[in-house]
């Protein structure tokens, strides 16, 4: 199954001010902006993110990083197949995403998400 694309997420009170620095720092730019979550892009490479995140805001965990799947039903339908904790369901989000977050075997929480299918 294709990737889009794989964003580190960092946990931060205050998404906004962490912008900042990473934009002082090494020139990343805000490129989205939900209050709970910023996210920062490279300008020439905007493929290149980081997301900064302080709660998100449907879910009841934050997620070490989020990965951008082509078709989310075969990744949700695979996971479950696997017997891996959902963590948070297969969600229509307000925002425009689709999304599931899956606990690896390491522990780690991931956001599983496409994009434009509300």
Known sequence: MPVNRVVPNLTTTD???TAAFYTAVVGLTPVMDHGWI??????DRPELQVS???ADAT???NPAASIEVTDIDAAYT???ATGAEIVHPLTNEPWGVRRFFVRDP???VVNILAHGTD
């Open 78 to 80: 695979a996971a479950l």
């Open 15 to 17: 998404p906004q001010a």
């Open 106 to 108: 390491g522990g780690n």
């Open 38 to 43: 910023t996210t920062v892009a490279d300008p």
């Open 52 to 54: 900064l995140i302080s």
């Open 59 to 61: 879910a009841p965990v």
